[in-house]
């Protein structure tokens, strides 16, 4: 569990492999976007920092959550990349609509990594309430993009070497 004040979004990039020769794809939900421009420009200040060519990184955007799926899997499908983030943000109301679309989402992201040979990472915000996604998408807790953008670069070495 996060802690108050605790930045988890560090990492030493001595430790992660160049992504010079990687291309990305960054699939983005238009919903909730003051979030998901924060994961997103989290994600890709992260590629860049670890040597991700801009020409290598390929960004769509889609209307919501459950559409990144089918992003997802038109890019890997169309853009030859090496790895796709989606980056998505639900944040809890009063209905049931936020565990039909997080558990839907989680699936689909699920199945794309198990059906297609280029790793999906999983960025989709799943909080109670806006503060919550804002102190994940650049603030107190960093930023998940960050991450995600961490997890990308780590799987498409995987996927070269194996």
Known sequence: MATANKNLSNYDKNTIPNAKDFRFGIVVSEWNDKIT??????????????????ENI???????????IYGAKKMIETQNVDC???IGCVIKGETMHFEF????V?????DLNV?????????????????QSI????????NKGTEAAIAAIKM??????A
């Open 37 to 54: 421009e924060g994961l997103y420009n989290g994600a890709e200040a992260a590629l860049l920092d670890c040597g991700a060519l801009p």
């Open 115 to 131: 059906q297609t040979d280029v790793p999906t990472i999983f960025c989709l915000l799943t909080d109670n309430n806006e503060q």
């Open 106 to 110: 989680t699936q689909g992201i699920k």
């Open 84 to 86: 796709v983030i989606t």
């Open 58 to 68: 390929v960004r769509w955007n889609v209307p919501g959550g459950f559409e990144l």
């Open 156 to 161: 498409a070495d995987l996927r070269k070497k």
């Open 135 to 142: 102190d994940r998408s650049g603030g107190v807790h960093g």
């Open 101 to 104: 679309v997080c558990e839907g």
